[in-house]
């Protein structure tokens, strides 16, 4: 089965330039670099039809700039993004609408000058899926598949809740009839009970749409209640990716054992927390060999000099940790 | 043993244009010598004003309407302005969520230290004072802190500010300790160690601490009794294994079904249908009673009082959750 999607040794850098002071610092012989942010290290994923894919990380482990990247709007630095569509056709929109982006703040995402109807209709009718005059129709349809009235359609974002306009920027994405959508922090911005209404949601638009997701999300509690297999990136590599039933029961990165121990859990009931040591590094600057050797407690002298490589442990479980090595 | 902090039918209304906005109306609950309770509550539900209204620091159109809010005996909404603010720092502190927005940019970490030792006790030496705020940040878990001490706000990582702001809420050894949502900007890791710092200072020193979230799971993990707010008011109290375990009002139980957990991988979560309704027009009775699948004709007309129940349970509903 060939995947939908498939993300090979993608790499994206920030680069800060010198500015002029600094030219001309160097000029005089002073020595001042650029500071480049390796936001994702060669990363390599593929997302089959049906799947619900889920990212986790902390902050600065590069998981909305993969993200950014898989929905077109980062071009990688290095490797490439393929997407390939179950089910082309000629006339059906082209590739590249196929995958579309949820955002996390349903404030800033939606434009606050455009009535509910333009907002949802504005990709179709640009890219001539519908025609002007059908719009109001499909709006509708379109509103009514996330849950929401007709009489929204005239109204503007500011006079709707945050649920609801989570709502509306999905009903946009589905506008164009997309095959995956990239879900960034989607629920994040929510509360506990809308949180749970939009999951909901998602989980029926799959079943109804035949819908595929990337989910990322920094809160491990929704990544295992939504995904088949989880991705645990840290500072811009992926260090494990497993089915969802190895991530939770036999977790192998000790960094995936770290988040799991360190996720307050309702079933757990009171408890002492037994937190990792240190803190995040800046990734500007971050450490060498293993990412992850100054926090773990494992780390050995061939964890500070040669990246472990993410290799195959269990059938469809990788994990990238010296650990693992045979000898 | 008398509780250190006993608030009594609080209300804190807000006197807007558009009418009166009842943000906390009728909340009660006590804290003793180092508990942890857990105040837990969706947006607009008057958790932070609850935290506010202890302090003083309610402005207007805001105020304090009625009830008591007894601090070791003394009442805070009786007290002048001066006196509170004497009180405000050193015997009871707060943490906020945004330690950026706390810290002083422009001040380094000693300055902003030591003058909070300095404000409320003019007879410490400087020495003293840099002493003191130096142990304060070893002991939240800041390594090398008479380097670190020098630095300014900007130099620290998100977690690293959220310990400062704690060592700078413990320096004066307050009674109580009042954290609004204080790890919800940090990471999972981060967040882990800044609960194990809390739930250490707290055991140590016995300082009482009122945790404000909208995580369940924090506060079921940290906590010995839990509130749940709704619209202004604790629809339950109680212990928080008879809270977690069989919850009994509607709300706390959709609640607890909405978090994803373990367990119920792959099923649709429980969800509370409808949005919280409008602080400025609550209708007369119970304020979840629109969104509530066990609404009775009663839940209408009239709200439903606290009642206390044999687990030392306190509900406010008139047709509870019957756990099987």
Redesign the interface.
Known sequence: MTPLLTVSNVSRDFIKSLDLVAKFLNRLGQDHREEIVHAVDDVSLEVFKGEVVGIVGESGCGKSTLGKMVAGILTPSEGQVRFESANKSDDGPPDDLKTQMIFQDPFSSLNPRKKVIDIVTEAPIHHGLIKASEKREFAIEMLNRVGLDAEALGRYPHQFSGGQRQRIGIARALAVSPELLVCDESIAALDVSIQAQVLNLFAKLKQDYDLTYLFISHDIGVIEHISDRVIVMYLGRIVETAPIEAFVEQPNHPYTKALLEGVPRLEIGQRDYEPVSGEIPSPLDPPSGCHFHPRCKHSTERCKTVRPALIEIAPDHFSACHLNDSD | MAPILDVRNLQTHFFTKSGVLKAVDGVSFQIGAGEIVGLVG??GSGKSITGFSILGLVDAPGRIVGGEILFKGNDLTKLPATDIQKMRGSRIAMIFQDPMMTLNPVLRIETQMTEAIQTHDSSVSKDEARRRSRDALGMVGISSPDERMRAYPHQF????RQRVSIAIAMLNRPDLIIADEPTTAL???????V??EM?QLCRKTKTALLWIT?????V?????RICVMYAGRIVEQGP??VL?GSPMHPYTN?????????????Q??????G??PSLLNLPPGCAFENRCGRALAQCKQSAPEETVMDDQRILRCFNKVEQS
Request: charged share 10%.
């Open positions: 969706e947006s990582s998100g977690g690293m990471d999972v890791t981060i967040q882990g160690q609960i194990h739930q909208h995580d369940l799971a924090v079921a993990g940290i906590s010995s928080n294994d977690i959709g609640l607890l079904g909405s978090v994803p957990s373990q367990n119920l991988r792959g649709p979560l429980q969800q509370i249908e949005i919280v």
